[in-house]
């Protein structure tokens, strides 16, 4: 049972460039979430799905596009890399959406330059 | 959202108990009590949650006063690898789709 995988775990990316986050789950968990996390900051929401086939705007989901595959997968996509993009992602899982008992992720360090 | 207040910062001594306090005076009837924590450079872990009755898991014990209005976090016998960021947060069940916010936390050190 390996929770919530994510990869890659480092990515540095040119400005413009673009790349796909992959995030995956294997507790059979309806609900998924991308968040960022910024040097010495919180936690911000980017996108969720609720279920497989839902995807919904958090927020700052701007610059950034997520694909639920299937229940347990959920990429998010750079399309055109930035500077402020630079962060460390976080997918996390939960039972369904109403519950706050999220399992995270390792995170993925990304550098845009 | 109930609003939480949490030292900022604990020592505690390996194989001791850890004891981590949360204030959160305001919480309405119907809000949980989450506890997370985050280990440098790692995913924010859950730990535990209630309501209002005391629970315990396999990583720790959350005992929350009659009034609701204080909570502890109880790590049995902290090791060096219970050193991290520890989230008290209280949130109202059904509200998922805010995500997850983390105020400033208690940093604790577990000294060898």
């Known amino acids: 049972n390996a929770g919530v995988t994510q990869t890659p775990k480092f990515q540095v990316l040119k400005t413009g460039q673009s790349m796909t986050l992959q995030c995956a789950q294997d507790?059979?968990?309806?609900?998924m979430y991308w968040y960022r996390q910024d040097p010495g900051m919180g936690l911000r929401l980017i996108y969720y799905s609720a279920s497989e086939g839902t995807t919904d705007k958090g927020e700052v989901p701007n610059g950034y596009n997520v694909s639920r595959l299937n229940k347990r997968e959920f990429s998010l996509r750079l399309e055109s890399a930035a500077p402020s993009q630079t962060s460390v992602y976080f997918c996390a899982s939960t039972v369904q959406l109403e519950s706050y008992e999220q399992y995270f992720g390792p995170g993925t360090r990304l550098t845009v330059t | 959202d109930a609003k939480t207040t949490q030292p900022t910062s604990m020592d505690c001594a390996e194989g001791r108990a850890a004891n981590l306090p949360c204030n959160h005076s305001t919480i309405s009837g119907n809000e949980y009590v989450y506890w997370y924590r985050q280990i440098h450079s790692q995913g924010p872990q859950y730990i535990i949650h209630?309501?209002?009755n005391n629970e315990t898991n396999e990583m720790a014990s959350l005992i929350i006063t009659e009034d609701r209005k204080s909570s502890t976090l109880i790590l049995p016998h902290a090791t060096l690898r219970d050193t991290a960021v520890y989230y008290c947060?209280?949130?109202?069940?059904?509200?998922?789709?805010?995500?997850?916010?983390f105020g400033k936390g208690t940093h604790l050190i577990i000294q060898p």
């Open positions: 947060i209280v949130r109202v069940y059904g509200g998922g789709a805010d995500g997850l916010t």
């Open positions: 209630g309501l209002k």
């Open positions: 507790m059979n968990h309806n609900s």
